[in-house]
């Protein structure tokens, strides 16, 4: 079946950098939509970004300029760079993916689109 496997995740002091790695198994579909979302505890889960098959990438305000998202087709994985880390960005980190659908923009914002396939997570800490 179809599956996504983060990694990528730990510690860093603030300023610091991570990329995370999402890699999607399982399907042959060239359109999709994919996404990066994080949730701290006691919070709501919140959308970071995501891309599209056409490319098309969207960010949240909290990480516009700092984070960045891009999928590698080649090894179908899905990836989040992450700069200029702060300790507000510490969370669970976790892809999602719909296949078969070749925008995001159509199905709602960064955060509400609302997705079939999710990965199990991986931990950013960024200590002050």
């Known amino acids: 079946g179809q599956q996504l496997v983060e990694s990528g995740g730990g510690s860093v002091q603030a300023g610091g950098s991570l990329r995370l790695s999402c890699a999607a198994s399982?399907?042959?579909?060239?359109?999709?939509?994919m996404g990066w979302f994080r949730q701290a505890p006691g919070k709501e889960r919140e959308g970071v970004a995501d891309i599209d098959s056409d490319g098309i990438t969207r960010y949240a305000n909290s990480v516009k300029g700092r984070f960045t998202i891009t999928r590698e087709k080649a090894k179908n994985t899905l990836y989040l760079e992450m700069n200029s880390l702060k300790p507000e960005d510490s969370a669970m980190y976790y892809c999602?993916?719909?296949?078969?659908?070749?925008?995001?923009?159509?199905?709602?914002?960064?955060?509400?689109?609302?997705?079939?396939?999710w990965g199990q997570g991986t931990q950013v800490t960024v200590s002050s």
């Open positions: 399982g399907y042959t579909d060239t359109r999709y939509c």
């Open positions: 999602a993916a719909n296949f078969g659908q070749r925008r995001c923009y159509p199905y709602g914002n960064v955060g509400t689109v609302r997705y079939y396939y």
